[in-house]
């Protein structure tokens, strides 16, 4: 099987910009959560999408928004990029029981100048 | 919210066995508790997972205290690509319940040849 996807692997910004980062769950998988990933805050937990709908959400401000498609692949997108926002973005995905094991994808580093 | 505490560092020889400790003593009983580890470059990896009673896999063995507020996670033989950064979490309950779960800064392991 193949495991979770995401792309583009890396990506450089501007300010103020907003960009779209895109993950390819584990056929079969129907949760995906997102994570940003800084030296400072190590992992921190974005928000969570089964079956279409946002499950669980993080401490993020707005700009951080997300949908997941049909196919259980999702999206999330930046609005308004900060220089703060500069970080790898994980994504994990799982069949969907909140006991099961997560699999993480490679994750997105986008850099923000 | 839950919360794992682990040490910020540790350190071993190779083929020398490791033991990493995590203190989660804010968890129900009805949480798992999964170990993932981080190599560099890379998305998190699972490790393994249990809820009560001492866990075997081929990558590692996972005791857990007998009121569950802490665990342990052993690397029987420690080999240079075990280095790597471990973080221990719940899922179940609490992914819910608390839905800020962040992973914590985990334990980064330094092994020496």
């Known amino acids: 099987k193949a495991g979770v996807t995401q792309t583009p692997r890396y990506l450089i910004k501007t300010r103020g910009q907003q960009v779209t980062l895109s993950c390819s769950p584990i056929s079969g998988h129907r949760s995906v959560s997102w994570y940003q990933q800084t030296p400072g805050q190590g992992l921190q937990f974005l928000f969570e999408y089964f079956s279409e709908t946002q499950r669980n959400k993080g401490n993020f401000p707005g700009r951080f928004s997300g949908r997941q498609f049909s196919n259980s692949r999702s999206e999330m997108n930046v609005s308004t990029l900060e220089l703060g926002d500069s970080a790898l973005y994980l994504c994990?995905?799982?069949?969907?029981?909140?006991?099961?094991?997560?699999?993480f994808g490679p994750g997105t580093r986008l850099l923000v100048l | 919210d839950a919360k794992t505490t682990q040490p910020n560092s540790m350190e071993s020889n190779e083929e020398e066995p490791v033991h990493l400790p995590c203190n989660h003593s804010t968890i129900s009983g009805t949480d798992y508790i999964h170990w993932y580890r981080q190599l560099p470059s890379q998305g998190p990896e699972y490790v393994i997972h249990?809820?009560?009673s001492n866990v075997n896999n081929r990558m590692a063995s996972l005791a857990i205290a007998e009121d569950r507020k802490s665990s342990t996670l052993i690397l029987h033989r420690a080999t240079l690509r075990d280095a790597a950064v471990y973080y221990c979490?719940?899922?179940?309950?609490?992914?819910?319940?608390?839905?800020?779960?962040?992973f914590g800064q985990g334990t980064i392991l330094t092994v020496h040849p």
């Open positions: 979490t719940c899922r179940g309950p609490c992914w819910t319940s608390y839905g800020k779960l962040t």
């Open positions: 249990g809820l009560t």
């Open positions: 994990a995905s799982s069949l969907g029981g909140h006991k099961e094991t997560q699999y």
